[in-house]
C-alpha cells in the first residue's frame, strides 16, 4: 500500500459513513476536551491567585463590614463564602436578644453550604472530561471493529485474502481506535489533576470558612 494512503486523511477518506462519523465524532470530542482544558486551566490560575489576595487583605483588615461593602461583593469563591457568613451574621443578630449558640450553629451551616456550592461552581465541566474519558476508548473500539467487519466483508466479496484487500480496512479500524485514544488520554489526566486541584481550592476555602466562623464567634462574645 502506497505510504501516502496510510496518512491521516487519506484513511478517513477510505472509510465508509459509520467509521467516518466515529472519526468526527471523536476528533469534535477532543476538540472539546482541549478548550475545557485550557479555558480551566486558566480560570484556576486565576481563581487561586485573586483568592490568596482577598484572603490576604481580609486578614489585615480591621472592619469586616467595610471590608465586605468595597471587596466582598466578586465573583471569586472566598467572596461569596464572606457574604454568606456576613448575610448569616446579619439575620442572626438582627433581634434585640441573640441565640449565640444557635448563631454559631446557623453560621457553621451556612459557611459549610457555600463551601459545597462554590466547590461545585468550580468543578461543573469537570464531568466532561470524565465522561470523554471513559467514553471515548469504548467508540473508538465500535469504529474498530466496523472497520474489521468492513475487511473481512470485502475478504468474501472478491475471494482474496491479499494484504492489498485486507489492509485498507484494518488500518481505518486502527484509526479509529487511535483517535479514540488521542481524546480519552488527555481528557483522563486532565480530570485527575484537575480533581486534584478542586480538592484543594475546597480544603483553603474550608479554612478560610473555619477562620471566619471563628472571628464572628469571637465577636459574639465580646458582645456578651
Sequence with gaps: ???????????????????????????????????????????????????????????????????????????????????????????????????????????????????AAETDRVASRLNILATVGAVAPFVGLFGTVWGIMRSFTDIAGQQNTSLAVVAPGIAEALFATALGLFAAIPAVIAYNRFSYGINRLEARLQRFADGFHGTLSRELEAEA
Design 1 to 115: 500500500m502506497p505510504t501516502d494512503m496510510m496518512s491521516p486523511i487519506a484513511l478517513f477518506l477510505q472509510a465508509d459513513i459509520v467509521v467516518k462519523a466515529v472519526m468526527i465524532g471523536l476528533l469534535l470530542a477532543s476538540v472539546w476536551t482541549w478548550a475545557i482544558i485550557v479555558g480551566h486551566w486558566v480560570r484556576m490560575r486565576r481563581i487561586n491567585r485573586d483568592n490568596e489576595r482577598l484572603e490576604r487583605e481580609f486578614w489585615k483588615s480591621e472592619d469586616i463590614d467595610s471590608f465586605y461593602e468595597t471587596r466582598g461583593r466578586s465573583d471569586l469563591p472566598s467572596a461569596k463564602i464572606l457574604a454568606a457568613g456576613i448575610a448569616e451574621w446579619r439575620r442572626s443578630t438582627a433581634g434585640k436578644t441573640v441565640d449565640r449558640d444557635g448563631t454559631r450553629q446557623r453560621l457553621a451551616v451556612a459557611l459549610h453550604s457555600a463551601v
